[in-house]
Nanobody
Framework: QVQLVESGGGLVQAGGSLRLSCAASGIIFSLSALGWYRQAPGKQRELVTAIDTFGATNYADSVKGRFTISRDNAKNTVYLQMNSLKPEDTAVYYC?????????WGRGTQVTVSS
């Protein structure tokens, strides 16, 4: 059974930082492309950032220079370091894993940035 479990969300003031983690099980983690998505109230879920199996990354323009995705294949964990947070970053953040067979989602973790 595949599980993606996010942690690290919370309430932070604008300008602050948070680090999200997503622990995966049930997949061959090193062969999976990984991503972080977010969904704000009343909005569609959007891609924040992704990292492929070679470590190549891409970022939404809105987070470039502020967010960093990384992966630790030994720990089956993907991270999202979020700096210089803004109120518009407030959303539920979801971990995503894509294997050759399917795509999987975590349940999400709430990030709230106060002004």
């Amino acid at each position: 059974q595949v599980q993606l479990v996010e942690s690290g969300g919370g309430l932070v003031q604008a300008g602050g930082s948070l680090r999200l983690s997503c622990a995966a099980s049930g997949i061959i983690f090193s062969l999976s492309a990984l991503g972080w998505y977010r969904q704000a109230p009343g909005k569609q879920r959007e891609l924040v950032t992704a990292i492929d199996t070679f470590g190549a990354t891409n970022y939404a323009d809105s987070v470039k220079g502020r967010f960093t995705i990384s992966r630790d294949n030994a720990k089956n964990t993907v991270y999202l370091q979020m700096n210089s947070l803004k109120p518009e970053d407030t959303a539920v953040y979801y971990c995503n894993a894509r294997t050759t067979q399917s795509t999987y989602w975590g349940r999400g973790t709430q990030v709230t940035v106060s002004s």
